[in-house]
């Protein structure tokens, strides 16, 4: 007799890394049976003939890999949560980007694991009330920053600027500067919806949280935050100025000591 709880496929084209999910998703008492796929193909016929509440999902496979899989079952009607389960760090932002509720780095421990059902139980309860339709998912709203072998999520309004470096961006907020693996392009292509603004060609600016307007020594423009000074380039200092005045008519500028008025 099956248990009450999640119904989950892991797939790995590597077997003893397969089983050694399995068992750990089977020990956790949110689950309540595992199926197992070796490849994306077999996987997809599982999906297609099982009402999985989520995927836990390795990236590296051959023929179909894990993102390709989890882009075709972002389309689906009722698809599955998705968990990614990779020994890649680098493909986290584009994981979340797709909407997986989580990115798990192998090997994985029994905690790290345990948070990651509660995400996947929190969103299929929610998704599960008849009465109010699934929220969009809010591509990027949480970055994952690898440290330690631990995963930190830093939140996007906690953000107060961006620096580009290279394929790299560092992310500033009151607790000091992160760095991720993804390009600014990107960044600003999911957070620009959501109040910032490229002013520089290697800066992405959260207009919330823009103090004042001060003029460097050479008569450059820079925008004034709480954890430093921004450079504006001249060709984004008119755009700049026009956002401002939109989120001063809105009452969206971050309050003193606090986060931002949304």
Known sequence: MTRPGLLVLAVDDVAPALEELRRLLLESPDVADVAVAGDPIAALRLIQANPFDAVFLDISMPALDGMELA??????????????????????????????????????????????????????????????APAPVDALAAVPVELAGRTRFVRRDDVRFVEAHGDYVRLHTRDGAHLVRIPISRLEE???????????????????????????????????????????????????????????????FEPPGGGAQR
């Open 190 to 252: 999911h957070w620009q919806p959501a109040g910032f603004s490229r002013v520089h060609r290697s800066y992405l600016l959260a207009v919330h949280a823009v103090r004042e307007l001060r003029s460097d020594v050479s008569g450059g423009l820079l925008a004034h935050t709480d954890v430093g000074d921004v450079p504006v380039s001249r060709r984004h200092a008119r755009e700049l100025r026009e956002h401002l005045l939109e989120a001063a008519t809105r009452g969206a």
């Open 71 to 132: 882009a075709l079952l972002a389309r689906m009607t009722d698809p599955p949560v998705i968990v990614f389960v990779t020994a890649y760090e680098e493909h986290a932002a584009s994981a979340f980007g797709i909407g997986a509720v989580d990115y798990l780095l192998k090997p994985v421990g029994p905690e790290r694991l345990a948070a990651a059902l509660a995400r996947v139980r929190r969103f299929v309860a929610s998704t599960a009330e008849p009465e109010r």
